[in-house]
């Protein structure tokens, strides 16, 4: 069965940071590609970034919002996913999913991590 | 501005047919790529409902379609369930972004 865990949420202080990382198994994680997702409160889902495979070049793409604050990295020898989120505000409060891609949809979500940004 | 636009709520009796549109624009659905959609009950994780703008995965019951033409895709529901009540996401690839794009979500009441 192919499971994905997040975990490394928390409250963190505006302007701190936070490294999440999402543990995969019952997949070829090095041939995955790999997405984060997060919803803010009573909001809807919105992209962040996502990594692809090493294979097909191992490229990052971000979202607006967080282009220059935000570092999606993979360890294929561990099977997980981070995500390193520096500069934090209070916007980026929200339950962050890992999820992974094929073919451009999201095909297997994790429970998802919280992080609260507050002073 | 690449944006997904969805209808914020939409309701329908037991038994009854909706629909859900997802109106984008020519960097995602009119550029030719597909729409998927999910549901999410609240406070869990999205569940991946249809692929490739009209394809169920397995354990999906054929209740739900998809289809797309143009710049739009809509979901529909048949033969409505209490179950069903969610709220439900588009998404599709935008080229402008190099990135996935989410509609904005509709929550589906059941009266």
């Known amino acids: 069965e192919v499971q994905l865990v997040e975990s490394g949420g928390g409250l963190v202080k505006p302007g701190g940071s936070l490294r999440l990382s999402c543990a995969a198994s019952?997949?070829?994680?090095?041939?995955?590609?790999m997405n984060w997702v997060r919803q803010a409160p009573g909001k809807g889902l919105e992209w962040v970034g996502r990594?692809?495979?090493?294979?097909?070049?191992?490229?990052?793409n971000y979202a607006a919002p967080v282009t220059d604050r935000f570092t999606i990295s993979r360890d294929d020898s561990k099977n997980t996913l981070y995500l390193q989120m520096n500069s934090l505000t209070t916007e980026d409060t929200a339950v962050y999913f890992c999820a992974t891609e094929y073919y451009f949809y999201f095909n297997v979500w994790g429970k998802g991590t919280t992080v609260t940004v507050s002073s | 501005q690449s944006v997904l636009t969805q209808p914020p709520s939409v309701s329908g009796a037991p038994g009854q047919r909706v629909t859900i549109s997802c109106t984008g624009s020519?960097?995602?659905?009119?550029?030719?790529?597909?729409v998927h959609w999910y549901q999410q009950v609240p406070g869990t994780a999205p569940r991946l409902l249809i692929y490739?703008?009209?394809n169920r995965p397995s354990g999906v019951p054929d209740r739900f379609s998809g289809s797309k033409s143009g710049t739009s895709a809509s979901l529909a529901i048949t033969g409505l369930q209490a179950e069903d009540e969610a709220d439900y996401y588009c998404q599709s690839y935008d080229n402008s972004l190099s990135g996935s794009l989410f509609g904005g979500g509709t929550k589906l009441t059941v009266l």
């Open positions: 490739g703008s009209s």
């Open positions: 020519f960097s995602n659905i009119g550029a030719g790529y597909d």
């Open positions: 990594i692809i495979s090493k294979s097909s070049g191992g490229t990052t």
């Open positions: 019952g997949i070829t994680f090095t041939n995955a590609w």
